[in-house]
């Protein structure tokens, strides 16, 4: 069993700065890549950032220069450091891991979103 946990969301005023954190636990053997998406009403889930074990990192165009992803292995945690928010970033934010398990099975595990809201 796997879980992610998410937190760090909250309301910001447009400017304002969030971090959001993402820990995985349980029966994990290896996490590969960790990433962030997000999904506001109406839309389609979407990618905002990923980060391999490796530490490279891809981001969607709207949020490079603003958001940094990074992740601690040796927490299985990832974080999304989000600057210079604007009222369009406002979603519900998903952490997301493709991991090993410690039966040797690689599955694609989602936390249960935290919400960002951006005040204009």
């Known amino acids: 069993q796997v879980q992610l946990v998410e937190s760090g969301g909250g309301l910001v005023q447009a400017g304002g700065s969030l971090r959001l954190s993402c820990a995985a636990s349980?029966?994990?053997?290896?996490?590969?890549?960790m990433g962030w998406y997000r999904q506001a009403p109406g839309k389609q889930r979407e990618l905002v950032a990923a980060?391999?074990?490796?530490?490279?990192?891809n981001y969607a165009d709207s949020v490079k220069g603003r958001f940094t992803i990074s992740r601690d292995n040796a927490k299985n945690t990832v974080y999304l450091q989000m600057n210079s928010l604007k009222p369009e970033d406002t979603a519900v934010y998903y952490c997301?891991?493709?991991?090993?398990?410690?039966?040797?099975?690689?599955?694609?595990?989602w936390g249960q979103g935290t919400q960002v809201t951006v005040s204009s």
């Open positions: 997301n891991a493709d991991l090993i398990s410690d039966y040797g099975h690689r599955y694609d595990y």
């Open positions: 349980g029966s994990i053997f290896s996490i590969n890549a």
């Open positions: 980060i391999t074990s490796g530490g490279s990192t």
